[in-house]
């Protein structure tokens, strides 16, 4: 695998842990929204608490990465979908203790309506093999 972090001075520069671009090779893995169910049991994680809702989302990313090969230094591209932007202070803080702010993916984040289960976030990403 090959990543390239793209950075041009004339954008704007990432605020958070993210990249304004990623260039990569090799074979992509595509994994699903993530929302904070534990494996085991099926139940929610985290009650209304979203550092833990986040936490949970991570792991479960991070377990199927392991499954594929792979790890987050091997994502190039997230999506975050919070059912609240005003979650979004909390919802960064756990998702920065997965990725170094030189090498972080490029990265978007919704506002939507409702997400399964009535969960407070769900995220997705795609790494490369």
Excluded: W
């Excluded at 695998?1 to 260039?23: C, D, L, N, R």
């Excluded at 990313?61 to 090969?69: D, E, F, M, S, V």
């Amino acid at each position: 695998m090959t990543k390239q972090i793209i950075h041009s001075e004339e954008a704007p520069a990432p605020v958070g842990p993210y990249s304004q671009a990623i260039a990569a090779t090799g074979t992509l893995i595509f994994v699903a929204g993530q929302i904070p169910l534990d494996p085991h049991t099926g139940e929610i994680v985290g009650g209304d608490d979203i550092s833990q809702q986040t936490e949970q989302v991570m792991r479960n990313l991070a377990a199927i990465l392991q499954a594929a090969g792979a790890d987050f230094k091997r994502v190039v591209k997230t999506t975050v979908f919070l059912a609240d932007l005003n979650d979004f202070g909390p919802m960064n803080q756990v998702y920065a203790q997965f990725f170094e702010d030189t090498s972080a993916p490029a990265r978007a984040c919704v506002e939507v309506s409702r997400l399964p289960k009535g969960v407070k976030v769900e995220i997705d990403c795609i790494a490369v093999l």
